[in-house]
């Protein structure tokens, strides 16, 4: 069967995604009993901030991250956070977290009226620099992923780290282009922040 064509369910193995290259994180843990994954927060991250093509992104995700290697990295240095997704500029994937467990993205956030987004969401990084575009090719991965975690948990919302954690962040900002993706994914209004 054609990967396209593929069930939704032989596309997830234990919340490990099929079409993403897996590294694995040590920053995640368990996700409080009950929760109901429904939310998909989308950041935004290079680094260094502006730099593309590198492996200092995958490298901080797995605590492997040389601080010494660029000025900036002593800014961050011994940051501990994760997200589930990473798409690079080309619109290659790379998962870090099993969907099933709760990755450290989110910080301090509120949204739907529930704090803890990282709780009850799924975090994908786009490679970018806050307010900056991103490329067709990252948008035709991230509109796939979308659908196929939609196939998989209740989505019933898509947001930006800006608009769960509001005046604290701004990614991944005015570049991102939310009508593009609400038109791909073909999912009512309220499944979007009212702001965009």
């Known amino acids: 069967m054609p990967d396209h064509l593929a069930e939704p369910a032989s596309l997830w193995d234990q919340g490990w995604y099929a079409r993403a ?60 956070v994760s997200s589930h997704f990473y798409i690079r500029r080309d619109g290659s994937l790379c998962q870090f977290v099993s969907a099933e467990d709760r990755a450290w993205h989110a910080g301090a956030s509120e949204y739907r009226g529930r704090p803890q987004c990282n709780d009850d969401s799924i975090g994908i990084e786009l490679e ?15 509109s796939r992923l979308c659908l196929d975690l939609h196939r998989l948990y209740p989505i019933a919302h898509v947001a930006g780290h800006e608009h ?23 999912l009512p209004d309220q499944c979007f922040p009212v702001c965009f």
């Open 164 to 186: 769960i954690a509001p005046g604290r962040k701004g990614d991944p900002g005015k570049g991102f282009d939310w009508q593009r993706l609400k038109a791909t994914l073909q």
């Open 128 to 142: 970018g620099l806050e307010g900056d575009v991103f490329e067709d090719a990252q948008y035709e991965q991230l």
């Open 21 to 80: 290259l897996r590294l694995d994180s040590p920053n995640f843990g368990p996700r409080p009993a009950g929760a109901c994954i429904d939310l998909i927060v989308i950041h935004s991250i290079s680094l260094p901030p502006g730099q593309y093509g590198g492996q200092q992104v995958q490298d901080l995700f797995t605590n492997q991250l040389d601080w010494d290697a660029h000025p900036y990295f002593s800014e961050i240095r011994g940051l501990q």
